[in-house]
């Protein structure tokens, strides 16, 4: 009786486990299985209207385009979306994916440390939130690809291998050879199945005629061709036609058209497409090329050869005579669809200028991680060749280091080598797309300095939300001469940059308003105020003579640049030379030697006064009005006040002091801030210590003040 109810507990407990285990496999089975998709999968190549799948880790790359905000265009990277909208980080995650109508515009924005760009229209849209599934939804295991680059393939279905071959298009008669390329419908060969998964192979076949007739418009289906890419965004187009059964170009392929006039067949063109890349890839971005054609011919023949008589080269436009360089923005931000619109700008640009030897240059720099030329200012000299040589220009990629790219013009690109005419000023204008990734303002300021003048145009700049994130503040304030917005031009959107060419091109070629041609060291009237009181000495005015020579002789000096003038004061005053007597720097140097000492008290409040009426009150008004003045002990009389008023009427004020010179009269004397325009020195024979850093002090408070 025992081992009955031994062998019950045994074969109930045996049923126990059967029914759990069973129940575990069903929720097992049950357990949704959630697809890996990559950084750079869009949206546009998964057909399945919803769906949820899952990001890898570091998809914030810049190189992963997104365009849109919230609502994003199908051909950006779903995971890019994901990230900038908040729905994962850059760690990757689950995500669910929702496919909505095209919207008529998508806004650019900086969000969770990527920027998405602004697009005017697209044909689909999508969404994304959190990877949870909807209660009663049923989403798929396996999504389905507009055109599959690797389809799993289950036991005893078949594999397709599709095969396209090309038949000749229809054309007219006429008078010129053109090429012609069509593509005939697909067939599909039943191959026998493995019952691994199996990538599709897709191979595609062109043939291109060459035959003499009239040119008609490509058709529309395989308008947009330019490359291998390309071609395999027209097969996936024609793989899909034939699965409908059918194509709006269908009739037209098919109808042979009788060709009259020579022909001759070229070699056949295989293209084969490996399964590692999806076929569909060029249509994210060169669909939206505008303007393209599918093959330039190549061909000609002699029998339809018309001469023409040459056209004359205009030699540019005289009265716009300038040596321009263009910076151009390579970085990936930017997308080939703008990189591809700000090369019609600068194609644009070069025929608005009218480029000509006796005219404006125009040479072009691309930047991104480290900026390169392309050509420079002697290699085009008439605007067609400019623009055929813009059209070829490739995208480097990288980051937006406009600073690097500011310091390589400087210091290479206007170079007597690279046709610098030295004749006409130079001019470098930098494209910027959103803002810089390194710091301008050092490369901008000794950009300058070297007699460059620079403009800036930028494009989808930041705005309040994103400017947090942006390298350098005020970047466009700090890079150019703050001349009420004269040399930055701001363009909010990519599409409409066009319409700032001729604003740009008036102000480049208006010469006369290039004021940061005038630099620091050719903008300004110098004074010096020297203390010839008794307690110098014969010897140590010589040094302090030299001191002055040494200050002079670093800036250009002529009647329309720098002029220096110099007033000698012990209790009474004395004018050496005015800014008007003296015209090169050779006559200013044997000038300074001349000045004989004078010997007496130290009066240096009236030296001040004196100096304002007899020197700067006779100033330039485009001139900037910079007072040097040169004591070795304290003044009998007030200083503070005659140092006020000729702050108040724009005198900047240096103050050097020797021996036994007040430190609280100096720092009076000086223009504030008292550190970077007041020294001293314990001797003489150390004075010289001080010129160059007098020299630097000067040429930074130029470039950060306002000038007309």
């Not at 109810?5 to 496999?25: D, G, N, P, Q, R």
């Not at 937006?400 to 290479?412: D, M, Q, T």
């Amino acid at each position: 009786m025992k081992s009955r109810t031994t062998i019950a507990t045994i074969f109930a407990l045996l049923l126990t486990c059967i029914y759990a285990t069973k129940e575990a496999t069903k929720k097992k089975k049950s357990k949704l299985y959630v697809p890996q998709i990559d950084c750079d999968t869009k949206a546009a190549k998964i057909i399945n209207p919803e769906f949820i799948a899952k990001c890898p880790s570091g998809c914030q790359d810049v190189k992963y385009r997104v365009y849109g905000t919230d609502i994003y265009a199908s051909f950006s990277s779903i995971c890019g979306a994901a990230i900038h909208s908040g729905t994962i980080d850059k760690s990757g995650g689950k995500i669910l994916v929702q496919k909505v109508a095209g919207q008529s515009g998508y806004k650019g924005s900086f969000s969770n440390g990527i920027r998405s760009l602004s697009l005017p229209r697209w044909r689909e849209s999508f969404i994304v939130s959190e990877g949870k599934p909807k209660k009663g939804v049923q989403y798929p295991s396996t999504l389905e690809y507009s055109s599959s680059s690797n389809t799993p393939v289950k036991g005893g279905s078949q594999r397709k291998e599709y095969r396209t071959t090309a038949v000749p298009l229809q054309t007219t008669q006429g008078a010129f050879t053109t090429a012609k390329a069509a593509i005939r419908t697909t067939e599909f060969v039943s191959t026998t199945p493995k019952p691994a998964t199996i990538p599709t192979t897709v191979t595609t076949t062109i043939t291109i005629q060459a035959t003499t007739g009239v040119a008609t418009k490509p058709p529309v289906a395989i308008h947009k061709v330019r490359d291998i890419g390309q071609v395999q965004a027209v097969q996936g187009r024609t793989q899909n036609q034939a699965f409908r059964g059918s194509s709006s170009h269908a009739s037209n392929r098919n109808i042979a058209r009788p060709n009259t006039g020579l022909q001759r067949q070229e070699p056949i063109v295989s293209f084969r497409k490996p399964s590692t890349s999806p076929a569909n890839l060029a249509i994210e971005t060169d669909l939206w090329k505008l303007g393209s054609s599918l093959f330039d011919t190549g061909f000609s023949s002699k029998e339809d050869v018309v001469p023409k008589p040459l056209e004359p080269v205009s030699q540019g436009n005289p009265n716009c005579k300038v040596d321009l360089s263009f910076l151009i923005d390579g970085s990936w931000s930017i997308g080939k669809r703008r990189f591809q619109i700000q090369k019609q700008f600068l194609k644009d640009v070069a025929q608005a200028l009218d480029v000509g030897p006796a005219g404006p240059l125009m040479g072009i720099i691309q930047y991104g991680d480290d900026p390169s030329t392309e050509f420079n200012l002697k290699t085009y000299t008439n605007s067609k060749d400019l623009q055929n040589a813009i059209e070829k220009i490739l995208q480097k990629g990288g980051l937006s280091n406009v600073g690097r790219a500011l310091s390589f013009v400087n210091k290479n690109f206007f170079e007597d080598a690279n046709g610098n005419r030295g004749s006409a000023p130079n001019v470098a204008i930098v494209m910027v797309d959103g803002w810089p990734t390194d710091k301008v303002e050092e490369a901008s300021r000794l950009a300058r300095e070297s007699g460059i003048n620079i403009f800036f145009v930028t494009i989808e700049g930041p705005d309040e939300n994103e400017k947090q994130n942006v390298v350098e503040t005020n970047f466009v304030d700090k890079a150019v001469c703050r001349t009420n917005g004269y040399y930055s031009i701001n363009v909010p959107s990519w599409f409409s940059l066009h319409k700032v060419v001729q604003q740009l091109v008036k102000r480049v070629c208006d010469s006369d308003r290039l004021a940061c041609s005038k630099t620091c060291l050719n903008a300004a009237d110098i004074g010096f105020v020297i203390d010839g009181s008794s307690s110098v000495g014969t010897g140590n005015f010589r040094t302090l003579l030299q001191f002055v020579t040494n200050i002079s002789k670093e800036f250009e000096i002529s009647d329309t640049d720098t002029r220096i003038g110099a007033v000698q004061y012990t209790y009474e005053q004395r004018l050496e030379f005015g800014f008007d007597k003296h015209r090169t720097k050779q006559d200013v140097l044997n000038a300074v030697k001349r000045i004989n000492y004078w010997s007496g008290g130290t009066s240096t409040g009236a030296a001040i006064n004196y100096a304002f009426e007899q020197l700067f009150s006779k100033s330039k008004p485009n001139k900037r009005k910079i007072m040097i003045l040169i004591t070795d002990g304290r003044s009998y009389d007030d200083v503070r006040g005659p140092a006020a008023a000729a702050h108040q009427n724009g005198v900047i004020a240096y103050s050097v002091g020797i021996a036994w010179a007040a430190q609280d009269e100096l720092e009076a004397i000086a223009t504030d801030p008292d550190k970077e325009h007041s020294f001293f020195v314990d001797e003489f024979d150390s004075l010289y210590r001080f010129v160059p850093r007098i020299i630097q002090n000067i040429c930074t408070e130029f470039n950060s003040q306002p000038r007309n």
